[in-house]
Nanobody
């Protein structure tokens, strides 16, 4: 499975961005997909998770109510719609595919495949 993340950029506080994670190779249909982010000098943190069926959607508390994860099976893609962006959302966002157990969807080591990151910068 190869993953390609895109859609990052510079946005003002309160703005919106939509990140895309396109998959190729083995179909996504057997994997869950998650977004993680890493800010400079900080550890990688979980953002959101979705199973390919569209079920089991989970968010980090810090983004709940502002971010929405979704998938388009016809395009083999997963999206992260980000609204009401804050400067603390500034990070490199990466998508990952794997088969994590439900209790560990926020654990990066549960994911086998990673795309390169896309940088999101939110200015105040």
């Amino acid at each position: 499975v190869q993953l390609q993340a895109s859609g990052g950029g510079l946005v003002q506080e309160g703005g919106s961005l939509r990140l895309s994670c396109a998959g190729s190779g083995r179909p996504f249909s057997t994997y869950a997909v998650a977004w993680f982010r890493q800010a400079p000098g900080k550890e990688r943190e979980f953002v959101a998770h979705i199973r390919w069926s569209g079920s089991h959607i989970y968010y980090a508390d810090s983004v709940k109510g502002r971010f929405t994860i979704s998938r388009d099976s016809s395009k083999n893609a997963v999206y992260l719609q980000m609204t009401s962006l804050k400067p603390e959302d500034t990070a490199t966002y990466s998508c990952a595919a794997g088969r994590p157990i439900i209790s560990a969807v926020d654990v990066s080591s549960m994911y086998n495949y990673w795309g390169q990151g896309t940088l999101v910068t939110v200015s105040s």
